[in-house]
């Protein structure tokens, strides 16, 4: 059995207090002593700069109309904690987004921002009722809409997405570099699930799709939210077995090939790996340093 990986962006369980969503006598006066979190259309958050690193910077509510669109996101530090969409402005250190910022950010803040950015970018593209194209408006905190035309409820969707270091056994992976990344870059292979199939089936059917290789031992070693616009990255690794020979298939890779942990280490063929923001980065290393096996 394999180990697990930590990804940056799942190492704090915030408590969500989902059962304070239909309470709006708690959520008005939650409002009222709570704080805020700004985000803006680009999904830049405010940043203080602090001699621990960055971190969120929070804004009081009272400085916002109570009839503000809003997500209740939790409680965090004992205090109700909300995200609603604004513009930049000057009182924060910096604006930045949670692919810059994410991995600098505390385990608690990181969380945090990743689950405003998602719910955010969910509601962003989902203003009408994908039923009749009305309106829709908030309900249950945010985290449902319901149309103003037909009364339907509709909730916030998540997409699988299966991310996969494929090894031989012993001391080789295989590594692909995508058609819109400059030479050099290089990460595992990554698809999404289809309709009616097991996250281990698109394991299987995606490394074959992308680098014509049949699989097998196919384990789960951990998760990440990207919601980049709106998944979740299931992380795996598996074993080639039979022909080593590698054929790209669905025109989105533009290379691929086997490498050694010698040549991962000292860095040849490759100029750059995915940083620790990413699920990516953890599955390689944890394999690198032979906790994934």
């Not at 998602?118 to 009408?128: E, G, K, N, V």
């Not at 992380?235 to 080639?240: K, L, S, T, W």
């Amino acid at each position: 059995m394999t180990g697990l990986v930590s990804p940056t962006l799942g190492r704090f369980d915030v408590d969500r207090a989902a059962e304070r969503r239909s309470d709006d006598a708690w959520l008005a006066q939650a409002w009222a002593d709570g704080r805020v979190l700004v985000l803006t259309e680009k999904g830049e958050a405010p940043i203080a700069e602090g001699k621990d690193g960055p971190s969120l910077q929070w804004r009081d509510t009272s400085g916002y109309a109570d009839d503000i669109e809003r997500v209740f996101l939790g409680i965090y530090e004992d205090k109700p904690t909300f995200v609603i969409g604004g513009k930049r402005d000057i009182k924060a250190d910096g604006w930045m987004d949670l692919r810059a910022v994410g991995e600098e950010l505390s385990p608690e803040h990181a969380a945090l921002l990743v689950e405003a950015v998602a719910i955010t970018r969910w509601h962003d593209s989902h203003r009408a009722c994908p039923r009749c194209g009305a309106p829709t408006e908030y309900v249950e905190a945010g985290w449902s809409t319901q149309c103003t035309n037909d009364g339907s409820r509709h909730f916030p969707r998540t997409d699988p997405a299966v991310i996969m270091l494929v090894h031989d056994g012993a001391d080789r992976c295989v590594l692909g570099r995508n058609e819109a990344w400059p030479e050099g870059r290089f990460s595992v292979l990554a698809g999404f699930v289809e309709p009616g199939e097991t996250a281990e089936q698109a394991v299987r059917r995606e490394i074959h799709e992308e680098v014509g290789l049949r699989v097998t031992d196919v384990q789960y070693v951990g998760s990440q939210p990207w919601p980049f616009p709106a998944s979740i990255m299931l992380g795996f690794i598996a074993r080639v077995e039979g022909s080593e020979e590698i054929v790209r298939n669905d025109g989105e890779i533009a290379e691929a090939a086997w490498f050694t942990k010698d040549e991962l280490r000292e860095s040849k063929g490759i100029k750059v790996l995915p940083t620790p923001i990413s699920i990516a980065h953890h599955i390689i290393y944890g394999w690198l340093d032979g906790e994934l096996s």
